[in-house]
């Protein structure tokens, strides 16, 4: 327990950071009971909205029983690799791009909800901020993180006070650092990014405007403008399309350094990437940015962790840079709540930086892989044909190989391939449930998940399902041939189980019922939960 006097606040787990990826994880940590606290120098949700959602993402909301909320929030917007090159909004079109036939059609069944399904940054950030509030989070606006000091046990924090500079003590026994790019908390942990590369220089308008109906393709795909004034994209940030965003990545006399671009020039571009000059523009800011890509030296030292930007970055090319980064904070809150609540030993934490390393690092394959395309121009279709790949393993079939993974000597799988393999993500398919459908996905639940063959009725009477074991056993209900549905999937004979991990990942795969399925059980948590 902290031991500390009374003017001093204690949490369990403090989360420097009130972007997507910080307010995300302490979602999480506290619809795990987590007594959290996040805090940001400023307020986040003033911001335009910049990034949007992957399912991946979605996903992980859904599983926090957001179903519904998200129905309401998110919207269809442009499909994964499906984009068009014009002349301008109301130009003609040059190119349309799609993804090989296979790709798409693995991308639309990869997951329940519908691969088109979105939404914003701040739209996010708002429904993570009202749930994280609801489920007990406490949250600081105006509050500079200044330094921590992490011992054995604890992690000191000091931080101030925006405006009248009033220090303030805070204890916990872990830290996070979700404070971007130029993380406070990973420059004090003495971690460095020495592969940092910048890979461009160039701006994003944030403004309003009534284009939906002089650029329609904008509502199923990515959009490129390019001119003799401009080269540029323009992508709706709602439904309506009466927001946007705009990367201007080139123009005439474009300066090598990075300089601020002033309001009427970004007019005049935004105007010229319209094709019409007297279309009202609203614009918001526009802002002057480097596109880098790297990943910190480490994710960690003792009790500070670092998720998101402050652990890894890259080009918004690919589209799965806060994504990436709310799945770091997924990853880490069911760890932390595990330890801090008894269920996992201290070595469980050091998964969290191999397994979200290899995630970040196929992340960043895509991210590069497409910056370098649209830089020289190549053709998008053969484009996205060579990084069709890259962009499934990126979003969410990356394997894990860690000390909470076993048997993940398989080879690994193919995007197109579609079964179990132990360190990858369970698959998503469509089971019968009486009057509904539910996807496998829906079977996971807050602790370690059995799933069960069709023929392994002797599972159930091991006594694996315990409250000591905090596994649940269950025998997924599926249409027409049960043990040909569930080998196909699982890759085991019909006795077989498949341990699924709290975050829906393939722990460990058991080919057939063995001889002690309790006893095996037992010895395969306690591998993967850090008991050894």
């Known amino acids: 327990m902290v031991s500390e006097t009374d003017s001093v606040e204690q949490y369990e787990v403090v989360v420097v950071g009130a972007g997507p990826v910080g307010l995300s994880t302490a979602l999480f940590l506290a619809d795990r009971g987590v007594r959290v606290l996040v805090l940001d120098k400023r307020d986040p949700l003033s911001s335009p909205p910049r990034a949007g959602t992957s399912v991946r993402t979605l996903e992980l909301f859904r599983t926090v029983g957001l179903g519904a909320d998200l129905e309401e929030a998110c919207w269809d917007g442009p499909a994964p690799l499906q984009s068009v090159i014009k002349d301008s909004a109301i130009g003609a079109v040059r190119h349309r791009a799609a993804p090989p036939e296979q790709y798409a059609e693995r991308l639309a069944s990869c997951s329940p909800i519908g691969i088109r399904r979105t939404m914003t940054q701040d739209a996010l950030q708002r429904l993570a901020l009202e749930q994280l509030r609801l489920r007990g989070g406490h949250v600081r606006f105006g509050v500079q993180f200044e330094d921590a000091d992490a011992g054995a046990d604890v992690?000191?924090?000091?931080?101030?006070?925006?405006?009248?500079?009033?220090?303030?003590?805070?204890?916990?026994?872990?830290?996070?650092?979700?404070?971007?790019?130029?993380?406070?908390?990973?420059?004090?942990?003495?971690?460095?990014?020495?592969?940092?590369?910048?890979?461009?220089?160039?701006?994003?308008?944030?403004?309003?405007?009534?284009?939906?109906?002089?650029?329609?393709?904008?509502?199923?795909?990515?959009?490129?403008?390019?001119?003799?004034?401009?080269?540029?994209?323009?992508?709706?940030?709602?439904?309506?399309?009466?927001?946007?965003?705009?990367?201007?990545?080139?123009?005439?006399?474009?300066?090598?350094?990075?300089?601020?671009?002033?309001?009427?020039?970004?007019?005049?571009?935004?105007?010229?990437?319209?094709?019409?000059?007297?279309?009202?523009?609203?614009?918001?800011?526009?802002?002057?940015?480097?596109?880098?890509?790297?990943?910190?030296?480490?994710?960690?030292?003792?009790?500070?962790?670092?998720?998101?930007?402050?652990?890894?970055?890259?080009?918004?090319?690919?589209?799965?840079?806060?994504?990436?980064?709310?799945?770091?904070?997924?990853?880490?809150?069911?760890?932390?709540?595990?330890?801090?609540?008894?269920?996992?030993?201290?070595?469980?934490?050091?998964?969290?930086?191999?397994?979200?390393?290899?995630?970040?690092?196929?992340?960043?394959?895509?991210?590069?892989?497409?910056?370098?395309?649209?830089?020289?121009?190549?053709?998008?279709?053969?484009?996205?044909?060579?990084?069709?790949?890259?962009?499934?393993?990126?979003?969410?079939?990356?394997?894990?190989?860690?000390?909470?993974?076993?048997?993940?000597?398989?080879?690994?799988?193919?995007?197109?391939?579609?079964?179990?393999?132990?360190?990858?993500?369970?698959?998503?398919r469509w089971l019968d449930d009486g009057d509904r459908r539910r996807s496998t996905l829906d079977l996971v639940g807050p602790d370690w998940t059995l799933l069960v063959g069709p023929s392994g009725s002797g599972w159930f009477a091991s006594g694996v399902e315990s409250d000591e074991l905090r596994v649940r056993l269950c025998r997924p209900a599926t249409a027409g041939d049960d043990a040909a549905a569930f080998a196909e999937l699982a890759g085991t004979e019909p006795d077989g189980a498949l341990l699924v991990r709290p975050d829906g990942f393939v722990a460990w795969r058991s080919a057939r019922r063995p001889a002690d399925p309790g006893g095996t059980v037992r010895s395969v948590l306690r591998a993967l939960r850090g008991h050894i």
């Open 155 to 428: 992690v000191r924090s000091r931080l101030s006070e925006a405006g009248t500079g009033r220090e303030r003590r805070v204890v916990s026994r872990y830290l996070i650092g979700a404070d971007g790019a130029h993380s406070r908390v990973r420059s004090l942990s003495g971690i460095g990014m020495p592969d940092r590369e910048v890979a461009a220089r160039l701006h994003t308008a944030f403004f309003r405007a009534d284009l939906r109906g002089l650029l329609p393709e904008s509502a199923t795909h990515s959009c490129f403008i390019r001119n003799e004034h401009i080269y540029c994209t323009l992508f709706a940030k709602t439904a309506a399309g009466d927001r946007w965003s705009s990367h201007i990545m080139d123009y005439p006399g474009k300066p090598t350094e990075l300089e601020p671009l002033a309001p009427e020039q970004t007019l005049r571009f935004l105007h010229a990437a319209i094709g019409d000059g007297t279309v009202p523009i609203d614009l918001i800011e526009c802002n002057p940015w480097e596109a880098a890509l790297g990943i910190a030296s480490s994710f960690r030292r003792g009790r500070i962790f670092l998720a998101g930007d402050a652990a890894h970055v890259q080009s918004s090319a690919g589209g799965l840079g806060m994504n990436t980064g709310i799945q770091d904070g997924h990853n880490l809150a069911w760890k932390l709540a595990a330890v801090l609540h008894g269920g996992a030993g201290e070595a469980l934490l050091d998964t969290y930086e191999p397994e979200r390393r290899a995630a970040a690092e196929a992340s960043l394959a895509l991210s590069y892989g497409m910056h370098r395309g649209y830089q020289t121009q190549q053709d998008t279709n053969e484009l996205y044909a060579r990084l069709a790949d890259d962009y499934l393993r990126g979003m969410l079939l990356y394997r894990y190989e860690s000390g909470a993974v076993l048997g993940g000597d398989d080879p690994l799988p193919g995007v197109l391939d579609d079964h179990a393999v132990p360190g990858c993500r369970l698959p998503h």
